[in-house]
């Protein structure tokens, strides 16, 4: 009986994280138009889901925002948009399988990544805070060079023609992208998961009495 409520309460939970990222990936504070790209902050709720409840939920609410992504694309294309939705693809159905995989999959390993990594620092004993932030940095910088290098991989001579650059160059241009918003998404995603995430992890034992015990034990004491 005990493991079947775990099991609703965790359902239920994720569901309402999911409801969060929906919710963001359609307001200009989850998908942040700039002039070839969406910035995004929509991996935060999927980052903090894979802390709170795991890494399979972190898979699953990474999922939905993928889905969010390629249908964000498709609906409001920006110059790269071929590269997150399959129905803007200029290869083929080739080129479509490698869109379904920038928009989803690689959102996927962002709550995967996240999950473990928290799971493995709390077994180190890394205090909450400094663990929240570590996740979320590292998180966001997930999602950020898997999408990047999966499209200089994937679609360099695409990019290069969107952009009017030779494919030498694209590279370069990718490389600018990580620096010059990757690194200050990652910057906001460690401050708002510590910040965040801290404040859930107290309110759990709370929510889910049945964890309280073992969460207390996990929990690296803060100073």
């Not at 663990?131 to 997930?142: D, N, P, R």
Request: proline share 5%.
């Amino acid at each position: 009986m005990n493991s079947k409520k775990k099991d609703i309460r965790w359902t239920v939970s994720v569901a309402l994280m999911a409801a969060i990222v929906v919710l963001l990936a359609n307001t200009p504070l989850g998908m942040i138009q700039l002039p070839v790209i969406k910035a995004t902050t929509v991996h935060i709720p999927v980052i903090i889901g894979a802390i709170l409840l795991g890494p399979m939920a972190g898979a699953i609410l990474g999922a939905t925002f993928g889905v969010c992504s390629l249908i964000s694309n498709t609906v409001s294309p920006t110059l790269l948009s071929f590269a997150f939705s399959p129905f803007l693809s200029t290869t083929g159905a080739v080129g479509g399988i490698k869109a379904i995989w920038i928009s989803i999959g690689c959102r996927i390993l962002i709550g995967v990544a996240a999950g473990w990594l928290w799971i493995l620092l709390k077994n180190l004993k890394v205090p909450a805070p400094v663990g929240l932030a570590i996740t979320g940095f590292v998180g966001s910088m997930v999602n950020t060079i898997c999408v990047m290098g999966s499209i200089y991989f994937l679609f360099a001579q695409q990019y290069a023609e969107a952009k009017e650059v030779a494919l030498t160059a694209v590279f370069g241009l990718v490389m600018g992208t990580v620096t010059a918003s990757g690194i200050p998404e990652a910057i906001a995603a460690a401050v708002l998961v510590d910040a965040i995430g801290f404040a859930l992890i107290k309110a759990m034992p709370k929510i889910m009495p049945e964890k309280k015990k073992a969460d207390a034990k996990a929990e690296p004491e803060t100073v």
